[in-house]
T-cell receptor
Framework: DSGVTQTPKHLITATGQRVTLRCSPR?????VYWYQQSLDQGLQFLIQ???????AKGNILERFSAQQFPDLHSELNLSSLELGDSALYFC???????????FGSGTRLTVV | DQQVKQNSPSLSVQEGRISILNCDYT??????FLWYKKYPAEGPTFLIS?????DKNEDGRFTVFLNKSAKHLSLHIVPSQPGDSAVYFC?????????????FGKGTHLIIQP
């Protein structure tokens, strides 16, 4: 157990739908990062939050959004889902720049 | 464009020998490099990192070398063990400004043969 908790582990949904993925960071970690791993692709950085505020955006589609709540957990919202959004979505957390990133075990999203 | 490249999708090494995994990058702003190991159905696990102010970092059987002029880093595993069989990701970040999301390569699948 890495200390980063992601729910649900698996999600199957239809095209056009909207889903929410949840991440609880390690205790004390202020930064949360979301990554997407598609088939044959490395992990693509989507977005970073630090203590409730958006810090950086990567390759995140406009149909996707995220937020970090006062208790530091984060949610990634994916809307108008397409078949190509099927992927593993990982969350990672980090205390500050002197510490490494810790990843959760991911949410496998399948869009049918 | 891929800013972090791992050109070998897979690598097979005999148990007890040295495994060398390579990684190239193009963004000269990257100043922190990491290697992650990933087993199926699990998240990536941090292995070792190196700051751009160093050219070598060692942790037990794992050593990472950084050649900034060539924009190249490598991970050496000596001796290789069966439990090292996994996908290894090279990652880099530009930590300036506090926005430090990692840029990953596509990974190298290391297979340790008995």
């Amino acid at each position: 157990d890495s200390g980063v908790t992601q729910t649900p582990k698996h999600l199957i949904t239809a095209t056009g739908q909207r889903v929410t993925l949840r991440c609880s960071p390690r205790s004390g970690d202020l930064s949360v990062y979301w990554y997407q791993q598609s088939l044959d692709q490395g992990l693509q950085f989507l977005i970073q939050y630090y203590n409730g505020e958006e810090r950086a955006k990567g390759n995140i589609l406009e149909r996707f959004s995220a937020q970090q709540f006062p208790d530091l957990h984060s949610e990634l919202n994916l809307s108008s889902l397409e078949l190509g959004d099927s992927a593993l979505y990982f969350c990672a957390s980090r205390r500050d720049t002197h510490y490494g990133y810790t990843f959760g075990s991911g949410t496998r999203l399948t869009v049918v | 464009d891929q800013q972090v490249k791992q050109n070998s999708p897979s690598l097979s090494v005999q148990e007890g020998r040295i495994s060398i995994l390579n990684c190239d990058y193009t963004n000269s702003m990257f100043d922190y490099f990491l290697w992650y190991k990933k087993y199926p159905a699990e998240g990536p696990t941090f292995l070792i990192s190196i700051s751009s102010i160093k050219d070598k970092n060692e942790d037990g059987r794992f050593t990472v070398f950084l050649n900034k002029s060539a924009k190249h880093l490598s991970l050496h595993i000596v001796p290789s063990q069966p439990g090292d069989s996994a996908v290894y990701f090279c990652a880099a970040s530009d930590s300036g400004g506090g926005a430090d999301g990692l840029t990953f390569g596509k990974g190298t699948h290391l297979i340790i043969q008995p």
